[in-house]
Antibody, heavy 122, light 108 residues
Framework: QEHLVESGGGVVQPGTSLRLSCAAS????????MHWVRQTPGKGLEWVAI????????YYADSVKGRFTVSRDNSNNMMFLEMTSLSAEDTALYYC???????????????WGQGTLVTVSS | SSELTQDPAVSVTLGQTVRITCQGD??????ASWYQQKPGQAPVVVIY???NRPSGIPDRFSGSTSGNVASLTITGAQAEDEADYYC???????????FGGGTKLTVL
């Protein structure tokens, strides 16, 4: 049974940093690209970042580019999101998700964690 | 990058058919995937690729694409289908991912 568990959320002040973790189990973690997706309470989903299966390729949403860094440790089945210069707009539930892909023209998030809540407030 | 546009809210009478649409330039090159999200729960994929349903998703859910518009159709909507639905695809560069704003489905 594939399983993702996020951790590291909390209440932080504007301008500070926070590191989120995503622990994977039940599948071959190093075979899959992984993502961070966030959701502001009561609002929609926002894609945040992707890291390729080997960790060499990383892409970010414009809203977090230059402030957030995604990384992974395949030997320990972990993914991380280092968030800096946090603002109230970053307040959200942060999910990690596994990506599957097919035939080069489509991909989907087939496994999600339950999320970790980040609140940026003074 | 490109955006995906969804209607904020759609309603359907129990047992009837409803279509939820998602429009964006990236859909001309990449298929959408569709996610159902109920309150307090993580999203669940219901359709991916041309028209693929994961194991456990009822066959009343189907997907299609025409030009730059992807559609999720629920044929014979049930009360348990009341939820938020989000489309997702790649942007025009192919590197990024993007979600639509979501559609709140009400089953009357």
């Amino acid at each position: 049974q594939e399983h993702l568990v996020e951790s590291g959320g909390g209440v932080v002040q504007p301008g500070t940093s926070l590191r989120l973790s995503c622990a994977a189990s039940g599948f071959s973690f190093s075979d899959f690209a992984m993502h961070w997706v966030r959701q502001t309470p009561g609002k929609g989903l926002e894609w945040v970042a992707i890291i390729s299966f080997h960790g060499y390729d990383k892409y970010y949403a414009d809203s977090v580019k230059g402030r957030f860094t995604v990384s992974r440790d395949n030997s320990n089945n972990m993914m991380f999101l280092e968030m800096t210069s946090l603002s109230a707009e970053d307040t959200a539930l942060y999910y990690c998700a596994r990506e599957k892909s097919g035939a080069g023209k489509y991909n989907w998030f087939d496994t999600w964690g339950q999320g970790t809540l980040v609140t940026v407030s003074s | 990058s490109s955006e995906l546009t969804q209607d904020p809210a759609v309603s359907v009478t129990l047992g009837q058919t409803v279509r939820i649409t998602c429009q964006g330039d990236g859909l001309r090159n990449f298929y959408a995937s569709w996610y159902q999200q109920k309150p307090g729960q993580a999203p669940v994929v219901v359709i991916y690729g041309k028209n693929n349903r994961p194991s456990g998703i009822p066959d009343r859910f189907s997907g299609s694409t025409s030009g730059n518009v992807a559609s999720l159709t629920i044929t014979g909507a049930q009360a348990e289908d009341e939820a938020d639905y989000y489309c997702n695809s790649r942007d025009t560069s192919g590197d990024l991912r993007v979600f639509g704003g979501g559609t709140k489905l009400t089953v009357l």
